[in-house]
């Protein structure tokens, strides 16, 4: 393995395993080691593979694939995806095949009541530097506050208010 | 794990075919759909059933709907029914995510493209501060718990802490926080 699929495969499967409250809660994470840490690619084209993302069908933990890949190629994209499931997904087999007998135990809802608090804390840093990553002028970071309004004040669905973003940066407003 | 509906078990090839169903349905958050298949359209789970396991999925760590197509698959058919789920969960939207991604490497120079996409990105900025909002609002964070919620966006966002030094050090310390209060 070249040296960069090795480093997205140890990066990948660190994060799989921190990855408490689902895959945003590493996006700082993933922006510090593919931005900051070996330069991979710049802020703006983290925040651009990751609105793809959020722009296609299925789960979003594909951001990592779209990372792999322009780290690596179609290799990559498979290291990286595979290393990101694989060690939750043989923890959650390993615990769903005796899963029943820890049904409504006690520890599971005390380990979730201490784990929300900081899976919270870290959803809103990804939000908070995925913004600056991706928000180089007033505009931007004005469709950004109209984003988090109207989610917050309507049940729009989410791909319409990236269309309408779309279409604002189309008409040269952003 | 017992073998709750051994007469109505979904094999591991309809466990495949429904997960990628499921994966290439929902566009920022596939988790409502596989609700939608397992417990309405299935009647794989009951929603008691479905509810259990998807805490079971926040509790451990990795992407949640990921977590849940294994769970799901393990219950019905083993080590085979896991890959199966896993493997339809996820074969299709990376198939069509990478296609995307060359889609945009070939033409995201496209002064058009880039302007739309300058636009989508800060949108999809939006929806993370959002949902990160949301479950602020909902989520039963209670004054002193909503420390470490400040901590996690101090250490991370601001000092640009390693997350795995961070956790190691603050989830110890919250689930602490929460059996000392559940005390």
């Known amino acids: 393995m070249s040296e960069a699929l090795t480093q997205l495969a140890i990066d990948f499967s660190l994060l799989s395993l921190f990855a408490f409250g689902g895959v945003i809660t590493v996006l700082p994470e993933m922006h510090r080691n593919v931005v900051e840490v070996h330069g991979w690619m710049s802020g703006a084209e983290f925040a651009q593979l990751f609105a793809l993302a959020q722009a296609s069908p299925g789960p979003n933990i594909l951001i990592v694939s779209l990372i792999g890949w322009k780290v690596a190629g179609l290799a990559g994209a498979v290291v990286a995806t595979g290393a990101v499931c694989a060690p939750s997904s043989l923890l959650t087999y390993a615990v769903s095949r005796v899963w029943q007998r820890f049904r409504g135990a006690r520890w599971r809802k005390v380990v979730e009541d201490g784990l929300v608090p900081v899976t919270v804390g870290l959803m809103l840093a990804g939000g908070y530097l995925i913004t600056l990553a991706a928000d180089h002028s007033v505009a931007g970071f004005a469709i950004t506050a109209a984003t988090v309004a109207v989610v917050l004040t309507t049940r729009i669905h989410p791909l319409w208010l990236l269309a309408a973003a779309g279409l604002l940066g189309l008409a040269g407003w952003v | 794990m017992t073998e709750k509906h051994p007469a109505s078990a979904p094999s591991a090839g309809e466990l495949f075919l429904r997960f990628t169903q499921v994966g290439v349905s929902g566009f920022g958050g596939v988790m409502p759909w596989a609700r939608r298949m397992l ?24 992407p949640n709907i990921v977590n849940m197509a294994v769970c799901v698959g393990t219950r019905f058919r083993g080590a085979r029914g896991a890959m199966a789920a896993f493997a339809g969960l996820l074969c299709a939207p990376f198939a069509i995510i990478l296609a995307l991604g060359a889609l945009f490497t070939q033409y995201g120079e496209l002064p058009a493209i880039s302007a739309a996409f300058r636009g989508i990105s800060a949108a999809a900025a939006g929806l993370i501060v959002a949902m990160g909002l949301k479950m602020a609002a909902s989520r039963r964070l209670r004054s002193p718990m909503a420390v470490f919620a400040l901590a996690a966006f101090v250490g991370i966002a601001l000092a640009r802490l390693p997350l795995g030094v961070f956790l190691l050090v603050a989830a110890p310390a919250s689930v602490a926080a929460a059996v000392w209060r559940g005390r």
């Open chain 2, 39 to 62: 417990v309405e359209e299935r009647r794989w789970l009951s929603d008691e059933e479905f509810s259990e396991a998807l805490s079971l999925c926040q509790v451990l760590p990795g």
